[in-house]
């Protein structure tokens, strides 16, 4: 039986930077793969662009505008591409392309970590599909992997390195002597890292994208305020020295684990041994590691940003969307992989109640008893000392004292951190970091 022949489906691009830029290059030089995949065409029919001297350069050859509305507006367009980044206009583009009963693709993953429960829920009554394979690590195709591959499993918990800019900072730190500030000074003159890095370095960015990966992971509502958030801006050469030293390695992690009383959900440095896998993912590269009942630990691995990388997660739900335009919506993969009236809202944990491994640096006087009246006062808290690393000359004034702690919950020690950081022979903020095994069989 033949195939009937459907007309081509018309996306309007709002935003023609790097990823919209990247689009347009894959969507033109993998046009007759698509179309075969597909059964019809995709095309650009408009595009919202800020420049013409973009036009040129991309030698875009469809009708265009400076006013994204226009393309929202426009009745020809079937799917609206949003990759202008930022808040607003965005969330109002997206819910005016909802309400017009158009598709939407996104890579805005700021966007859907604070108001994705208000854009999934206009999607699912107006019975269009927002998908968001681009806004978590790049060209890594995770949200279809949880959503789909593994929905057979329940999730225990994930883990990933899902921020390139700082990713490079560390390995930067670790493979070339840098210190943090002239990593980060190389990822800036690379590209890797913005003028202004903080939502890289401060961990929002990583944050964002944890908070969605939770939401189909374990199916519960986008919630990033609850998120615990801690960056790399505070860490020293000397830290990822001691790490190695100690048989790991640092990396920003982004950690969601199901608990029986709820949901952890934290972003913060870790350390990890060395031999583990995410040890090894190095420079600007992501990975995330998902635990589940049924597989097991299965790894994803890939470029987490960059043009193309992108892009390819951008055409992949292109080609979703295209193939589920004649779907009845209720047969559709919900947007955060469970019937949206089948969510949980399952608490999310306090860092006070997580429980994990730690390492310490400690500055004080050299003088004798100084660790005794440390690890007294772990002792009393419950806290007992797994290994010690002190390598300093014995004539230094000052020297740091660096520990290994066994598990313990975190409210436990933010209550000896107290008062160890009031000790008179402390002379400098306790550095404090959380230590993962991560199912170390992987």
Same mark, same amino acid.
């Given at each position: ?83 202008? @980044? !930022? ?7 997206? %819910?005016?392309? *909802? #309400?017009? $009963?158009?598709? &939407?693709?996104? =890579? ?15 999607a699912q009554e ?17 949200i279809k992997a ?56 401060? @961990? !929002? ?7 969605? %990966?939770?939401? *189909? #992971?374990? $199916?519960?509502? &986008?919630?990033? =305020? ?36 709820g949901v952890e ?178």
């Open positions: 039986m033949s195939r009937p022949i459907m007309g081509p489906v018309r996306v309007g691009i709002l935003g023609m930077g790097t990823v919209g830029g990247g689009t347009v290059q894959v969507l033109r030089r993998n046009a007759e793969e698509i179309a075969r995949r597909v059964g019809r065409e995709i095309v650009i029919a408009q595009a919202a662009v800020r420049s013409p001297a973009r036009l040129r350069e991309l030698d875009l050859h469809c009708p265009v505008t400076s006013d994204p509305f226009a393309v929202v507006r426009n009745p020809e367009i079937d799917v609206v591409v949003e990759v202008m @980044g !930022g808040i607003e206009p965005a969330r109002s583009l997206i %819910l005016e392309a *909802i #309400a017009a $009963g158009k598709h &939407v693709i996104t =890579a805005n993953k700021a966007l859907l970590a604070e108001h994705g429960n208000a854009i999934f829920a206009a107006q019975g269009v599909v927002v998908a968001f394979e681009a806004a978590v690590a790049g060209g890594i195709p995770i949880i959503r789909e591959g593994l929905a057979g499993n329940r999730i225990q918990w994930l883990a990933g390195i899902i921020n390139g800019t700082s990713n490079y900072i560390l390995t930067q730190m670790r493979t070339a002597g840098r210190d943090f500030s002239s990593a980060l000074a190389e990822a800036q003159r690379l590209g890797y890292a913005e003028a202004d890095p903080g939502l890289d370095i401060d @961990g !929002g960015d990583a944050a964002h994208k944890l908070t969605l %990966l939770a939401s *189909i #992971a374990f $199916g519960i509502p &986008v919630d990033f =305020a609850h998120c615990y958030v801690e960056g790399i801006r505070h860490l020293e050469r000397v830290d990822v020295v001691y790490a190695e030293d100690l048989g790991y390695r640092i990396k920003l992690l982004g950690i969601a684990k199901r608990r029986p009383d959900l934290r972003v913060h440095p870790t350390l990890i041994p060395e031999r583990h896998l995410l040890g090894s993912v190095e420079g600007a590269f992501n990975a995330v590691l998902v635990d589940g009942d049924a597989v097991g630990q299965t790894l994803y691995y890939g470029r987490g940003a960059g043009a193309e990388p992108t892009a390819s997660a951008i055409v992949a739900d292109l080609v979703d969307v295209a193939r589920t335009l004649t779907a009845d919506p209720s047969n559709r993969v919900p947007h955060l992989a469970f019937q949206p009236d089948c969510m949980n809202a399952l608490p999310l944990l306090p860092m006070a109640a997580v429980e994990s491994a730690y390492y310490l640096r400690i500055h004080a006087h050299n003088r004798p008893g100084v660790l005794a009246q440390v690890a007294t006062v772990l002792a009393e808290h419950g806290i007992s000392i797994e290994a010690l690393v002190q390598k300093e000359a014995a004539a230094a004034a000052d020297v740091p004292i660096v520990l290994l702690l066994h598990r313990c919950r975190e409210g436990d020690l933010d209550a000896a951190l107290a008062r160890i950081q009031a000790l008179p022979v402390v002379t400098r903020p306790v550095l404090r970091l959380r230590v993962e095994g991560l199912g170390e069989a992987v």
